[in-house]
């Protein structure tokens, strides 16, 4: 790899802003190393305030992978869903634009380049984060009535939701999941369809440093 490339999975992304909108290729998640399980489950923790700093891609990368990356040959996932349906879609907002998750090609594939992270919740602190997940279901995708539809992507959610908590725990970074959206508005600039609903959302970004500028 060259000093240019290894450079470039060092720079944030919000550092690209400035540029169109294109596809992401992420680098290889690093999925060795980090805290022991046990130590990451005492250290999960909600916060919600967060410092300026942005993610870099590598970090990026390792979060969505750690979330609902895929894990085996056969393509099956870090987290589990109702008969492997997978219906689950993680967008990830930032201050450059949003973006979906593509597991399968290590990706992020561009929805807008706007920055929609004061829409990613109804909380002041959400726009502050450096990234804010959107965990929207494909319910056209499961079987049975909108009920329990709902209710199988509520549970798949919540295995990826806290995949992303331990993650973060792993790796001192500052995380909360939050059930409070404005669906309607996010969902019409996410273009979603009608089947495509959001049940979280999740802010993930560096803890704020207590005493900043005294």
């Not at 550092?15 to 909108?21: S, Y």
């Not at 369809?193 to 999740?202: C, F, M």
Request: contains cysteine; aromatic residues 6%.
């Amino acid at each position: 790899m060259s000093k240019h490339s290894l450079a470039l999975l060092l720079v944030p992304l919000g550092l690209m802003a400035g540029q169109d909108l294109k596809p992401v290729a992420l680098p290889t998640p690093q999925t060795t190393g980090g805290k022991p399980l046990m130590q990451a489950l005492k250290e999960r923790k909600s916060v919600r305030e967060f410092g300026p700093e942005q993610l870099s891609r590598q970090v990026l990368s390792n979060l969505l992978w750690a979330a609902w990356g895929i894990n085996r040959d056969d393509g099956r996932r870090t987290a589990p869903s109702a008969s492997n349906r997978q219906e689950i879609d993680v967008y990830a907002i930032m201050a450059e634009g949003a973006y979906v998750y593509d597991a399968k090609a290590n990706a992020l594939k561009p929805v807008t380049r706007t920055d929609l992270r004061k829409l990613a919740g109804t909380q002041a602190y959400v726009a502050d984060a450096a990234v804010n997940l959107i965990y929207v279901a494909d319910t056209s995708t499961l079987g049975g009535d909108e009920a329990g539809k709902l209710a199988t992507a509520n549970a798949d959610t919540g295995f990826i939701a806290e995949n992303a908590y331990l993650f973060c725990a792993s790796e001192g970074l500052a995380v909360v999941v939050r059930g409070s959206v404005d669906r309607a508005a996010l969902g019409k600039a996410l273009n979603l369809r009608a089947e495509q609903r959001i049940i979280l959302a999740q802010s993930v970004g560096y803890p704020k440093k207590s005493g900043a500028g005294r």
